[in-house]
């Protein structure tokens, strides 16, 4: 029997033509707004459907999300959750709410089951890459979280490709994810308020500058030379800082947009006031915001955290040779949900297959 199709999986043009019973736009409503998902006597939240509508949707579809396994509770208010898939591969998303004027909250999701990148000051990169997510899995992760820890008010979250994954490694899946994501019909998210994080791969911002629905851009740079670059970021061998300058430019930003330029300070590595020149010529003529990033403590890579004062200097440094700069504020540390600390024990394909070729005595 065919597995049905998951409903986080379908845009509104799409369910229009499966002739479901009264309106496309209501019945989609329905399935993606958290608001019309109460909670029954049994403690399950279900969408709110008519008789019709229910028949109509269980017959073609999945109701199915990702099961949350665990929660782990910051002293910052930060939530990391572990959430299960249907084939038993976890992810990790990081849901931040922020006390503001205008409170919202930030989802940290994730767009692979491990990731591929090998960035050696990354922990998910110890899991290799295991596997894609789906649109629907993506989808599904946004809405799982919401029904559990809200907001109900879509108008205050936002989304960032931060977790688990190299987002434009899978990115036909991602721009499926966000056109639905920001379907009027349901959750109604700006395009905006959505932000997709690269380590640098030249061809995947070409694609997304190019999206019909188009997410905002950060790119990881983490070091001014190729070399240097290579040396942590495997990935910059085909991805040269030049060719990656010259991505941006070519980027299409909207009015008062800006490209958020990452940059992971590692003590003695990539902290000097050399490389807050060369960061700051990368980003000469790009309408940016450098986003430094004091290295999160993982297990990999034999880095240390910069003090307080070299993050300073740095950041001076940044500010005198005329850039905009903001320090990210880990959120999430004390439960390893910072970034570059998510990390699940779902086998990557390297691990099984030397535990299947152990297990036949080394066939």
Same mark, same amino acid.
């Given at each position: 029997?065919?597995?049905?199709?998951?409903?986080?999986?379908?845009?509104?043009?799409?369910?229009?033509?499966?002739?479901?019973?009264?309106?496309?736009?209501?019945?989609?409503?329905?399935?993606?707004?958290?608001?019309?998902?109460?909670?029954?006597?049994?403690?399950?939240?279900?969408?709110?459907?008519?008789?019709?509508?229910?028949?109509?949707?269980?017959?073609?579809?999945?109701?199915?999300?990702?099961?949350?396994?665990?929660?782990?509770?910051?002293?910052?208010?930060?939530?990391?959750?572990?959430?299960?898939?249907?084939?038993?591969?976890?992810?990790?998303?990081?849901?931040?709410?922020?006390?503001?004027?205008?409170?919202?909250?930030?989802?940290?999701?994730?767009?692979?089951?491990?990731?591929?990148?090998?960035?050696?000051?990354?922990?998910?990169?110890?899991?290799? %890459?295991?596997?894609? !997510?789906? $649109?629907?899995?993506?989808?599904? /992760?946004?809405? =799982?979280?919401? #029904? @559990?820890?809200?907001?109900?008010?879509?108008?205050?979250?936002?989304?960032?490709?931060?977790?688990?994954?190299?987002?434009?490694?899978?990115?036909?899946?991602?721009?499926?994810?966000?056109?639905?994501?920001?379907?009027?019909?349901?959750?109604?998210?700006?395009?905006?308020?959505?932000?997709?994080?690269?380590?640098?791969?030249?061809?995947?911002?070409?694609?997304?500058?190019?999206?019909?629905?188009?997410?905002?851009?950060?790119?990881?740079?983490?070091?001014?030379?190729?070399?240097?670059?290579?040396?942590?970021?495997?990935?910059?061998?085909?991805?040269?800082?030049?060719?990656?300058?010259?991505?941006?430019?070519?980027?299409?930003?909207?009015?008062?947009?800006?490209?958020? %330029?990452?940059?992971? !300070?590692? $003590?003695?590595?990539?902290?000097? /006031?050399?490389? =807050?020149?060369? #960061? @700051?010529?990368?980003?000469?003529?790009?309408?940016?915001?450098?986003?430094?990033?004091?290295?999160?403590?993982?297990?990999?890579?034999?880095?240390?955290?910069?003090?307080?004062?070299?993050?300073?200097?740095?950041?001076?440094?940044?500010?005198?040779?005329?850039?905009?700069?903001?320090?990210?504020?880990?959120?999430?540390?004390?439960?390893?949900?910072?970034?570059?600390?998510?990390?699940?024990?779902?086998?990557?394909?390297?691990?099984?297959?030397?535990?299947?070729?152990?297990?036949?005595?080394?066939?």
């Amino acid at each position: 029997m065919t597995p049905l199709q998951s409903f986080c999986d379908l845009t509104a043009e799409e369910l229009s033509a499966r002739e479901p019973p009264g309106s496309a736009t209501h019945l989609f409503a329905a399935l993606h707004r958290v608001t019309r998902w109460p909670t029954g006597t049994d403690g399950v939240r279900r969408p709110l459907l008519g008789k019709i509508a229910r028949a109509f949707v269980e017959r073609n579809f999945t109701l199915a999300l990702p099961e949350i396994i665990h929660a782990q509770h910051s002293d910052d208010a930060a939530t990391k959750l572990l959430l299960g898939l249907a084939d038993g591969a976890r992810v990790e998303v990081v849901h931040m709410p922020r006390a503001v004027k205008n409170p919202r909250v930030t989802l940290c999701i994730s767009s692979q089951v491990g990731c591929a990148m090998g960035c050696r000051f990354c922990q998910t990169a110890t899991m290799g %890459l295991v596997r894609n !997510l789906g $649109a629907a899995e993506i989808v599904g /992760q946004v809405l =799982a979280v919401l #029904l @559990a820890l809200g907001p109900v008010d879509p108008q205050r979250v936002s989304i960032v490709f931060m977790g688990m994954g190299e987002p434009l490694h899978n990115v036909d899946a991602v721009l499926r994810a966000v056109e639905i994501l920001c379907e009027p019909a349901g959750l109604g998210l700006s395009p905006q308020r959505i932000t997709v994080s690269t380590v640098g791969l030249v061809d995947g911002i070409a694609t997304i500058a190019r999206a019909r629905v188009r997410p905002a851009i950060a790119l990881s740079v983490n070091a001014t030379t190729d070399a240097a670059r290579t040396a942590i970021m495997p990935v910059a061998r085909n991805n040269s800082l030049a060719d990656l300058r010259a991505a941006l430019l070519a980027f299409p930003l909207r009015s008062h947009e800006k490209v958020t %330029l990452e940059y992971v !300070l590692l $003590a003695g590595t990539n902290d000097s /006031q050399d490389d =807050a020149a060369g #960061l @700051a010529a990368f980003a000469r003529g790009i309408r940016h915001n450098v986003n430094v990033i004091p290295w999160n403590a993982t297990a990999v890579g034999g880095f240390a955290r910069p003090n307080h004062t070299a993050i300073s200097e740095f950041v001076a440094g940044l500010r005198a040779h005329g850039c905009l700069v903001t320090v990210r504020k880990s959120r999430g540390p004390d439960v390893a949900g910072a970034c570059g600390q998510l990390v699940t024990q779902s086998e990557s394909r390297f691990t099984r297959r030397a535990r299947l070729t152990q297990a036949a005595g080394g066939q």
